[in-house]
């Protein structure tokens, strides 16, 4: 069985998200996506949501779809978070490495060289990269070609959302509605989420 594990902050998920994780899962022939909200990343700042806000929200976005499910893998973990030691835990449950699809957006992919033993990440599964508006294709021929020869690059339709700006919105009261799943949206207003 090919599974897919989509890695991100989630903060929040929004329709972009799920839009390059359907279609890998279509183009790629992937049975199961699971979404991996991050815990508590390095590389980020460290003003992002709480963890369990981001976990509500993705499996508030991804009910009702079989294929979809939510892991707390990445939250959970108490010592800091990342891909490499995720993708060792997926291999450890029994998946292999060539049915294993990790799947990030190309601004993502264009700094994997900055990740945490990122020259291994090849090893334990196939890399998956979705263009998001705003990115030259042309950054993927600067990543070593190790990352290159297991990369696979997929197109999603135009859809110009990002997650700051869903927040910038929110905070300044702009309203958010088809730009996140409606259940998000409530969660969102409801628990005061991105406020000033």
């Known amino acids: 069985m ?3 594990i989509m890695g991100g902050t989630f903060d929040p998920i929004h329709y972009g ?5 359907e279609e890998a899962r279509r183009n790629l022939g992937i049975e199961r996506l699971i979404f991996v909200p991050t815990g508590d990343p390095e590389y980020k700042n460290h003003d992002i949501t709480p963890s369990e806000d981001r976990y509500a929200m ?3 976005a991804t009910a009702g779809v079989l294929e979809y499910s939510v892991s707390r893998i990445e939250i959970d ?3 800091a978070t990342y891909t490499i030691d995720t993708l060792r835990a997926f291999i450890e449950s029994g998946i292999k490495p060539e049915d ?3 799947i990030t957006g190309l601004d993502a992919m264009l700094s994997i060289t900055s990740w945490y033993d990122y020259e291994h990440i090849p090893e334990l599964c196939t890399l998956v990269t ?3 508006p705003g990115y030259p294709v042309s950054g993927i021929e600067k990543l070593p070609k190790f990352i290159r020869d297991k990369l696979k690059y997929i197109e999603i339709p135009q859809f110009a959302i990002s997650s700051t700006e ?9 309203g958010i509605r088809f730009l996140v799943p409606h259940l998000v949206e409530i969660y969102i207003e409801s628990n005061k989420l991105y406020k000033r």
């Open 100 to 102: 294993l699809f990790f």
């Open 166 to 174: 869903i927040r910038e919105r929110a905070r300044d009261g702009r």
């Open 2 to 4: 090919k599974i897919g």
């Open 130 to 132: 979705a263009n998001r």
């Open 58 to 60: 993705t499996l508030l």
């Open 77 to 79: 973990r108490k010592e």
């Open 17 to 21: 998200h799920l839009l390059a994780a």
